[in-house]
């Protein structure tokens, strides 16, 4: 019960903060997030998956890996930049997990920024996450080519490359290549028929290509 008590205190105290910092984006998404902890928080060394809507409206992804201790944080709209800045004090250092996946940048790059500042800031978060949890798997989820944001394929293409590279060393870590998987077959085209009708974020479709990529890295 004290546990309880404490970590609804906590919670509170977490959404009085957000609210009271001026600019902090998307503070009622993190405060729910602490809220739901309040009630059941995740056990350690779970499987945490975080990053922007795609995440977010994935809401069937415990399902698809029903046994395994997935945790679900993505907040919809965000940039890779706001996770660095802002989230990993709130939605990713207190559940020590063991697997880390992230999706995101695709939103950076449509709000107008280079290939390289996503790489920066992917380099800057997976440095915090080694300093924080050493031995933490992070698995870096290629950004997707939506039909919504063609004119931006290339710099897609130049941030995936980057972090590609940069990972390729790495111990604990892995490039995955879940932007091929939604492409129309022999070509560098996304399959329009896998997103919905805004064609930036997936349909169910979609998500059991990126299922597909994803099972040998979540088990």
Not at 148 to 175: Q, T
């Amino acid at each position: 019960m004290k546990i309880k008590l404490f970590l609804l205190f906590l919670s509170i105290t977490v959404a009085t903060q957000l609210r009271a910092q001026q600019g902090f984006p998307f503070a009622n998404e993190i405060g729910a997030f602490k809220h739901q902890d309040s009630i059941k928080f995740p056990p350690k060394d779970g499987i945490l998956f975080i990053g922007s809507s795609s995440i977010r409206k994935w809401t069937d992804l415990e399902q698809r890996f029903s046994g395994k201790p997935i945790i679900r944080r993505g907040v919809g709209g965000c940039e890779l930049w706001q996770i660095v800045d802002y989230y990993t004090p709130y939605i990713l250092f207190p559940y020590q997990p063991r697997k880390i996946f992230i999706y995101a940048g695709e939103n950076d790059i449509a709000a107008g920024k280079s290939s390289t500042f996503v790489f920066d800031e992917f380099q800057k978060l997976f440095e915090m996450i080694k300093k924080q949890l050493p031995d933490a798997t992070v698995c870096f989820m290629s950004i997707k080519p939506s039909p919504s944001r063609a004119k931006y394929f290339a710099v897609v293409d130049e941030a995936n490359g980057l972090i590609k590279n940069y990972l390729a060393n790495k111990p604990n870590s892995a490039f995955i290549d879940v932007s091929s998987a939604i492409l129309k077959d022999h070509s560098t085209v996304p399959d329009s028929s896998l997103f919905e009708a805004d064609y930036l974020h997936l349909n169910s479709k979609g998500y059991d290509k990126w299922q597909q990529v994803l099972e040998p890295f979540v088990n």
